[in-house]
């Protein structure tokens, strides 16, 4: 498959209607691996680079592996195509960064890739939507099982898979379920949140990942501990903090419907009315109001409108994105008017409806 089969529309774990939905958007695991007997990329040579490039490209497009990947060296994409595949969690902004040592292996479906000379040599990455853990763990060992038996790893008998990082030293493992959490946002209570997570061993970032910022009340949580547990302990400790975060976020929920439902109704309302009407939508505004709609979807204030449009909304406001739909580069004041037209433009294909009925129509 050529690159643009890869840059038209948004992920299918970003359509999908996983468990728990309304509330965990994506589950993803990540596995990072180094070859054995070769420098890791924070000190290798170009040469270097090249040669593990060959090495998983012999791995990985092997016709009887039947892998079905796409390979791609990010020096020979553009600029907005590595941004649209940042955007679309399909590979990382460092690995985006640095384009003459870097390439990705992409399957059809955009669940799975391999970004190849990143902070490590190899890392695996597998994207399911809502919540599936184990699943989607299980999805990504099995291609570390059979790319481990065409390449050998880096591996020492006592701290297990060695890694660029120390942090990523042991199971090399980093397992991220992406939540929309409104009403812990709005009742104040994600600083408790982010606060009790450190103490857990769990880590609170953005969108996307380490160093970027909360935006639309979206975040990742995250495994931080990878040495002296197993990967399943890891994923089931996880499993508990996300479930019990999940019961943190309706019980919020609940509680804003019962003590300040007239409120919360003009909130959704108005940030739909702003995605509807407005002519000039910056990132933040966009993602605030989309974030507020949805809470109004889930709560069924607002009708009509499906979870997976607003998804798609999310994705496509960013900034490539944006510069894509209009076809064009765009500075920042046109790419805010670019991405209200697409609003209303995506939203108006739903039938939107709100809680309220409005008068009837009579034959006179």
Do not use: W
């Not at 493992?173 to 982010?194: C, D, E, F």
């Amino acid at each position: 498959m050529n690159i643009e089969h890869f840059l038209k529309q948004a992920p299918k774990c970003m359509m999908g209607n996983g468990e728990d939905s309304d509330i965990v958007m994506t589950t993803r695991i990540r596995l990072a691996r180094n070859m054995a007997n070769t420098r890791f990329p924070l000190s290798f040579s170009q040469q270097e680079a090249n040669e593990v490039q060959e090495k998983l490209m012999k791995a990985l497009l092997m016709p009887q592996e039947q892998l079905n990947f796409s390979y791609f060296r990010m020096a020979d994409l553009s600029p907005l195509e590595r941004q649209l595949l940042v955007e679309k969690h399909l590979i990382s902004p460092y690995l985006a960064k640095h384009k003459e040592v870097a390439a990705v292996f992409l399957s059809g479906d955009e669940s799975t890739s391999v970004m190849v000379n990143e902070e490590d040599h190899v890392r695996i990455q597998v994207l399911s939507a809502g919540l599936q853990l184990m699943e989607t763990y299980e999805r990504a060992s099995e291609l570390d099982d059979r790319l481990g038996k065409q390449v050998s790893y880096a591996y020492d008998e006592q701290f297990g898979y060695l890694t660029s990082c120390p942090t990523n030293v042991g199971t090399g493992l980093r397992a991220s379920i992406m939540m929309h959490l409104p009403a812990l946002t709005m009742s104040k209570q994600m600083n408790v949140l982010i606060q009790m997570m450190t103490r857990l061993g769990m880590v609170v970032r953005g969108i996307y990942g380490e160093g970027s910022e909360n935006l639309g009340n979206i975040y990742q949580i995250s495994n931080q501990v990878t040495l002296g547990k197993s990967e399943r302990e890891i994923l089931d400790e996880l499993q508990k903090v996300v479930e019990q975060i999940i019961e943190k976020e309706r019980n919020a929920r609940k509680k804003l419907l019962e003590r300040a439902h007239v409120t919360l109704d003009d909130r959704v309302n108005r940030a739909l009315g702003t995605l509807r009407y407005a002519r000039v939508l910056t990132s933040e505004e966009a993602a605030t109001c989309l974030s507020n709609v949805r809470l109004g979807v889930d709560l069924k204030l607002i009708q009509g409108i499906s979870p997976s449009s607003l998804n798609e909304c999310v994705m496509f406001i960013q900034p490539g994105f944006v510069q894509q739909y209009a076809g064009t580069v765009l500075d920042a004041v046109d790419r805010d008017i670019y991405r209200a037209k697409y609003v209303q433009e995506k939203l108006g294909e739903d039938r939107l409806t709100t809680g309220e009925k409005g008068e009837e129509t009579y034959d006179v």
